[in-house]
């Protein structure tokens, strides 16, 4: 994007409020919901390593995620999870195996399909907040008015419109991570991926961006796939949880999550949840 293009990406007050959520369907485009919106198949990894050797970061991974769905997938430190993200991504090739999205298999790097938010704060500090949230939309036709009202959604969205003329150094953590999923889901993609978006963040704040992120899934309803290696956080967002087992990562368990749609905080206190999170921990030490 030119320096042309992103000056005219501000927030303009005076503008009218962006369209109502409700009126956004933005789960239209979903393929039926008895199709998987993104299924990896048969998927591994082989990293080199010296002496010739090859160490098996993952294996054998089969998962299907349908529309709508919020998914997690947990596992100990090293067990191969980003290593799997970045390879739906599109970001890592895998050694065997493919990636279907809708059904077709997709190569090279994350596009409108497949957006993703890291753990760390991947904002680019010489642009404000709106020239971030815009930064993707160059690539998409899109005049500069639709660009301009689409990042004024998303910041709307997110909470932040009033930090659109911002800088990412005037944010906090949990602000400019609001920012990286507002730029993912400005893109609109098919499929949104997280690799532990809260693992920076302090107790207080991380569990504020669970119930936004909830929130959040529950007026766009976008097919979520995020990792974590919090099992509270996992089960108090997804309707279905993979476990991954260690040295190599492959699927130990797929673990449905049996709680009420509409979640508050107060769910993790609910003898459901700490039956449910007592079987995810003993999948995961069971393993070690
Ligand atoms: N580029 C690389 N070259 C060689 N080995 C690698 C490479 N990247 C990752 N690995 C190895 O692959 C395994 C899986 O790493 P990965 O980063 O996917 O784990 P993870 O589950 O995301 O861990 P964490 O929870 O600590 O983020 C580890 O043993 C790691 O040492
Ligand atoms: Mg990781």
Known sequence: MNDHTLDSIFYDESAASAEPLSQRIYADRSSPHHLPKLEVKNVAKFYPVRGGQQLIAVEDINLKIFPREFVCLVGASGCGKSTLLNIIAGLLPPSTGEVLVDGKSVTGRPGSDRGVVFQGYTLYPWLTVAQNVAFGLQFQQMTKIEQREQVRYFL????????????????????????????????????????????????????????????????????????????????????????????????????????????????????????????????IRHDH
Not at 165 to 174: A, C, E
Not at 195 to 211: I, S, V, W, Y
Not at 256 to 268: A, F, S
């Open 156 to 283: 709307n969205v997110v909470g932040l419109e009033k930090f659109a003329n911002s800088y990412p150094k005037q944010l906090s953590g949990g602000m400019k991570q609001r920012v990286a999923i507002a730029r993912a889901l400005a893109n609109e993609p098919t499929v949104l991926l997280m690799d532990e978006p809260f693992g920076a963040l302090d107790a207080q704040t991380k569990e504020q961006m669970q119930e936004f992120l909830l929130e959040l899934w529950g007026k766009t309803h976008v097919t979520v796939l995020m990792i974590t290696h919090d099992v509270e956080e996992a089960i108090y967002l997804s309707q279905r949880i993979y476990v991954l087992s260690s040295h190599p990562g492959c699927i130990k368990r797929e673990i449905p999550i049996c709680l009420p749609e509409h979640r508050t905080l107060d769910i993790k206190l609910t003898p459901e949840f700490i039956e449910i999170k007592r079987q995810v921990l003993q999948t």
